[in-house]
């Protein structure tokens, strides 16, 4: 979870990651920055996310974030 709160941190650094679970909903992330995400967690954790992925549910907390590539990875193996 920590090298995942650092992609983000990086890509939004004025985001309380930490805290906020409405990162979509709030438009906190808009769709560069989720883009960059992306491409960020397929590199970092060897994942793949499909479109369906891509959704606010997965994206509004890095908590959600987490689960998913935890999911993804489960998947994966």
């Known amino acids: 979870m920590d090298k995942l ?3 983000l941190e990086e ?7 930490e805290n906020c679970k409405s990162l979509i ?3 906190i992330l808009d769709s560069f920055a989720i883009l960059s995400i992306v491409g960020e967690i397929e590199e970092e954790f060897g ?31």
């Open 11 to 17: 890509i939004v650094p004025d985001a309380d990651f």
């Open 47 to 77: 994942v793949r996310l499909t479109p369906a992925e891509i959704i606010p549910d997965n994206f509004n907390s890095a908590e959600a974030l987490w689960k998913m590539i935890q999911r993804l990875r489960k998947s994966e193996s």
């Open 5 to 7: 709160m650092e992609i």
């Open 25 to 27: 909903d709030d438009e």
